[in-house]
């Protein structure tokens, strides 16, 4: 247990795991997946949203097992390693809010930080105006913590409170099983599935629980967060998370060429937009609230699987957030940003330049 322990903690560990993400993401796409979209935090998560009945949106309806595979995995790795730790109490509130609005602005630019990278690893360049929409919305927050930013220590709780999330979970899992997709139908008898669109387009359930659970195994061990490598190359210089990152685009990269998935340019890139001034500002709002938060989605989920309940809050605020952005107008589609969707990059960026201001020190 403790050569692999110090093997994820190191920079070959990282680098591991994001060529492992970068191997089967354009895999998963291969299997069935959407286009540039083998795995994306935000999406899966908003497809979640629809499938539970949250949002209306009939062709973004899909229990997604990546993002269910995530978190028991992460949960199983907690457990081997002894590091399941339940814990909460650090501004709960506060992080629901910073994850809904983080998935609206994750659902204007059309994607999380990892889809990001993907959609640039598979020629997509408006991938590269919303990864500089990232970069600075995180350095905004690098700058809060530099005045003393803290949503304050989160305190030991009880193991059920830890156990509740993963369990959550694991009762969606179930779920898919006991009610699976019938072909053509919108609906079973509890769960909403879509019949055409991205939410019609998913890989093999085995598949997909099978390479999430390893990928959450990893992660839980190697602290991979997108966020957080971009955070400590801009505070610290410090470099050993962003080549898991590095990893992640370059594998990615060489499996789209060898499986025909690499298409280069800006226009009719799928499941995209090419309104840069919204690809840029919504991944910026995204970038500052998961700096806020302390983590990328992807990140979260892995600490909500060890027993973090306010990692598990903001996953909630991101999944009711998605919720919000399709009933409201705030998502975008591959025609440009909704109709509200400029109304909710605005409040958002009011709601999370306010909380990095109250909760710093030199407020």
């Known amino acids: 247990m403790g050569k692999w322990k110090n093997f994820f903690a190191s920079s070959w560990g990282i680098i591991a795991v994001g060529a492992f993400i970068g191997l089967f993401a354009p895999l998963l796409q291969k299997w069935g997946n959407p286009p540039n979209m083998g795995i994306c935090v935000a999406c899966m998560e908003r497809d979640i949203a629809g499938a539970l009945g949250l949002h209306r949106a009939a062709v973004v309806q899909y229990l997604r097992p990546e993002i269910l595979g995530f978190v028991l995995g992460s949960f199983l790795a907690a457990l081997a390693f002894k590091e399941f730790k339940p814990r909460g109490g650090s501004a709960p509130v506060i992080r629901f809010f910073l994850g809904i609005f983080a998935m609206i602005g994750a659902l204007v630019f059309l994607g999380c930080p990892w889809r990001a990278l993907l959609r640039l690893a598979g020629g997509d360049g408006n991938a590269i105006v919303g990864l500089l929409g990232l970069i600075f919305g995180i350095w905004l927050g690098t700058l809060f913590f530099k005045r003393g930013y ?85 505070l610290f210089g410090q470099k050993h998370l962003f080549w898991g990152v590095v990893a992640l685009v370059v594998v990615a990269f060489g499996m789209n060429l060898v499986l025909g998935q690499f298409h280069p340019g800006f226009a009719h890139q799928p499941i995209a937009h090419d309104q840069h001034f919204w690809n840029f500002a919504g991944m910026a709002l995204a970038g500052l609230a998961f700096a806020l938060a302390g983590g990328c989605p992807g990140r979260q989920l892995f600490l909500a699987g060890e027993g973090d309940g306010d990692a598990g809050i903001f996953v909630l605020g991101m999944i009711i957030g998605a919720a919000f952005a399709h009933n409201f107008g705030l998502a975008s589609s591959p025609k440009g940003i909704g109709v509200h969707g400029m109304a909710g990059v605005i409040v958002g960026f009011i709601f999370c330049l306010w909380v990095g201001f109250a909760q710093s020190k030199k407020s």
Do not use: H, W
Not at 156 to 169: E, H, K, M, T, V
Not at 185 to 197: E, H, I, M, R, T
């Open 150 to 234: 803290s949503l304050g220590r989160s305190t030991s709780s009880s193991a059920l409170a830890g156990y509740i999330f993963p369990l959550f979970i694991l009762g969606l899992l179930v779920l898919r099983f006991i009610y699976p997709p019938l072909e053509g139908a919108p609906k079973n008898d509890v769960l909403f599935y879509s019949v055409k669109g991205p939410g019609a387009m998913y890989a093999p359930l085995l598949a997909s629980l099978g390479v999430a659970l390893v990928i959450g195994f990893l992660a839980q061990r190697s602290r991979f967060c997108t966020m957080g490598a971009f955070r400590d190359l801009l």
